[in-house]
């Protein structure tokens, strides 16, 4: 079956980019995603990309994709403390009816002033 | 914006006792899900609905679980007789269609005792 890696845990200081990895194992078209989940909260969508896309820019976040090494990466520029919060990659299963997600374990980012 | 609540946010039960776990989905939505995650472990995908009958459910999902979608707007996860393991924290999450971008509610965190 599907399988979802991260690292638990990165810490960066306020105005530096934040790089949270990935790796994933599902070998077929798929989509990827990146929620947030900050204390209390349910999980946000942040953004996601497809498998036949290598990156995808949104703001200050940028989604790159190596489909070779199943390797996802999300990068946040000029980190604000705000952005303190679990973030989760999940990925979704096309067989099925109703495609479900597979998460890893989330990455605790953790900003300092 | 509109938005996955879940009910009640915590809830605390007594091993043996049965547990209702309340969500309204997105108002146009047509497909829900449950998740739950352990502490510490990652979000596991549990079960799939659509059309008034499951999609898909996975190995956790046994005969002590069960899901209702009771009166058109509310989708509920029932645990009939709760055992120390389910202690979890479980999310619900709705989408328009099946390969759709799944939206979740913040939880309800499920202890055990």
């Known amino acids: 079956g599907e399988d979802v890696e991260q690292s638990l845990f990165l810490s960066v200081r306020e105005g530096d980019s934040s790089v949270i990895n990935c790796t994933y194992t599902?070998?077929?078209?798929?989509?990827l995603y990146w929620y947030k989940q900050e204390p209390g909260a349910g999980l946000q969508l942040l953004t996601y990309?497809?498998?036949?896309?290598d990156m995808k820019q949104d703001q200050r976040l940028t989604v790159l994709l190596n489909k070779k090494d199943k390797h996802l990466s999300l990068r946040i520029a000029d980190t604000q403390t705000g952005d303190s919060a679990i973030y989760f990659c999940a990925e979704r299963d096309l067989t099925g009816t109703a495609s479900k997600l597979t998460f890893g374990t989330g990455t605790r980012l953790q900003v300092t002033l | 914006e509109p938005e996955v609540t879940q009910t009640p946010s915590h809830q605390v039960t007594q091993m043996g006792q049965e547990v209702i776990l309340r969500c309204v989905p997105i108002s146009n939505h047509l497909y829900f899900y449950w998740y739950r995650q352990i502490l510490g472990q990652k979000v596991e995908f549990l079960v799939s609905?659509?059309?008034?009958?499951?999609?898909?459910k996975s190995e956790i999902f046994d005969d002590q679980f069960s899901v209702e979608r009771p009166d058109g707007s509310n989708f509920t996860l029932k645990i009939r007789s709760t055992k120390l393991e389910d202690s979890a924290m479980y999310f619900c999450?709705?989408?328009?269609?099946?390969?759709?971008?799944?939206?979740f509610g913040a939880g309800t965190r499920l202890s055990v005792l």
């Open positions: 999450a709705s989408s328009i269609s099946g390969e759709n971008i799944q939206y």
């Open positions: 599902d070998s077929s078209s798929t989509y």
């Open positions: 609905f659509y059309n008034n009958e499951i999609s898909e």
């Open positions: 990309i497809f498998s036949n896309m």
